[in-house]
């Protein structure tokens, strides 16, 4: 008999623990290896319990899933990191999924389908991702008035990445990065930095 697919559940609301426990306990193809609350405490988890499975929710309290997701696949590189949210259309997937995520699991999944993303991810399979995702990202970048190129910027700003970084990132001159980011403040209504992150995460842009 195959052993089971280890997962490690991140989440900072114990029900969601719970209610994945219910879910998996009478799979035999899957088993719950940890439990974490945190982005932090995920990426140091993953690197101790080396999971088959991380099962990430995309909104932490303490960074972004995606910068999550690049944190855990180099702490454990033979994890896949599948997101499990109750907002299949939010924004920041597209950045998890560039971070490298394997796909993306809605929180109503019945038992059985949640079990088959699993074993699917820890086999190395791509899952596919909301076919609306692209749109839903688009009418809350209207919404806002923000640009593509705006909202990239920010992401990365929010990301902890300096106008310098940004800029050898995305091929822009810093003048153009620090442009892209005023615009996004004036748009956004914010001061500063730190509350355009915040106003974009209220709107589900991060």
């Given at each position: 008999m195959l052993n089971p697919v280890r997962v490690l559940v991140?989440?900072?609301h114990p029900v969601v623990h719970d209610g994945v426990a219910l879910l998996v306990e009478r799979t035999r193809s899957v088993t719950i290896a940890g439990y974490a609350r945190s982005g932090r405490e995920?990426?140091?988890l993953a690197g101790q319990l080396k999971p088959d499975v991380v099962l990430l929710d995309l909104r932490l309290p303490d960074m972004l899933g995606s910068e999550?997701?690049?944190a855990i696949r180099r702490r454990a590189p033979g994890a896949a990191v599948l997101i499990f949210t109750a907002h299949p259309d939010h924004a920041a997937l597209q950045?998890?999924?560039e971070a490298g995520a394997a796909g993306m699991v809605v929180k109503d999944v019945t038992r059985s389908d949640l079990a088959?993303?699993?074993?699917r991810a820890a086999r190395g399979e791509t899952l596919p991702w909301d076919p609306?995702?692209?749109e839903a990202t688009a009418a809350r970048l209207a919404r806002f008035g923000l640009t593509r190129r705006e909202?990239?910027?920010l992401r990365r700003v929010a990301m902890g990445e300096t106008?310098?970084?940004i800029a050898a990132a995305t091929f822009l001159s810093r003048n153009t990065v620090k442009t892209y980011l005023q615009s996004a403040l004036q748009k956004l209504g914010a001061r500063n930095r730190v509350e355009a992150i915040a106003r974009a995460s209220e709107g589900g842009l991060l």
């Amino acid at each position: 008999m195959l052993n089971p697919v280890r997962v490690l559940v991140v989440d900072d609301h114990p029900v969601v623990h719970d209610g994945v426990a219910l879910l998996v306990e009478r799979t035999r193809s899957v088993t719950i290896a940890g439990y974490a609350r945190s982005g932090r405490e995920a990426i140091d988890l993953a690197g101790q319990l080396k999971p088959d499975v991380v099962l990430l929710d995309l909104r932490l309290p303490d960074m972004l899933g995606s910068e999550a997701v690049r944190a855990i696949r180099r702490r454990a590189p033979g994890a896949a990191v599948l997101i499990f949210t109750a907002h299949p259309d939010h924004a920041a997937l597209q950045a998890a999924r560039e971070a490298g995520a394997a796909g993306m699991v809605v929180k109503d999944v019945t038992r059985s389908d949640l079990a088959e993303a699993i074993t699917r991810a820890a086999r190395g399979e791509t899952l596919p991702w909301d076919p609306d995702g692209a749109e839903a990202t688009a009418a809350r970048l209207a919404r806002f008035g923000l640009t593509r190129r705006e909202y990239d910027v920010l992401r990365r700003v929010a990301m902890g990445e300096t106008n310098a970084e940004i800029a050898a990132a995305t091929f822009l001159s810093r003048n153009t990065v620090k442009t892209y980011l005023q615009s996004a403040l004036q748009k956004l209504g914010a001061r500063n930095r730190v509350e355009a992150i915040a106003r974009a995460s209220e709107g589900g842009l991060l």
